[in-house]
Nanobody
Framework: QVQLVESGGGLVQPGGSLRLSCATS????????MGWYRQPPGNERELVAE???????NYADSVKGRFTISRDNAKNTVYLQMNSLKPEDTAVYYC?????????WGQGTQVTVSS
């Protein structure tokens, strides 16, 4: 059974940094794409960043230049390094693993950017 577990969320001041981690129960090489999504309060879930098996990346315009997605295949973990955080980055952040036929989601981790 595939399980994704996110960690690393918390409260941070504007301009600060956080690194989110997504640990999977199976090899991440099984998935076509690994991604981070977020859901701000009262809004729909949106793509933040994604990383393909081949190593290509895609970022939402709002986070380009501030966030970086990466992976450690040996640890079956995907990361989201978030720098220069803004209050509008406040959201629940979810990890997604997309196989050929099915998407798997983590339970989410809260990120709050506030002074």
């Amino acid at each position: 059974q595939v399980q994704l577990v996110e960690s690393g969320g918390g409260l941070v001041q504007p301009g600060g940094s956080l690194r989110l981690s997504c640990a999977t129960s199976v090899s991440i090489s099984r998935f076509n794409t690994m991604g981070w999504y977020r859901q701000p309060p009262g809004n729909e879930r949106e793509l933040v960043a994604e990383l393909t098996r081949a190593g290509s990346t895609n970022y939402a315009d709002s986070v380009k230049g501030r966030f970086t997605i990466s992976r450690d295949n040996a640890k079956n973990t995907v990361y989201l390094q978030m720098n220069s955080l803004k209050p509008e980055d406040t959201a629940v952040y979810y990890c997604k693993a997309q196989s050929a036929i099915y998407p798997y989601w983590g339970q989410g981790t809260q990120v709050t950017v506030s002074s």
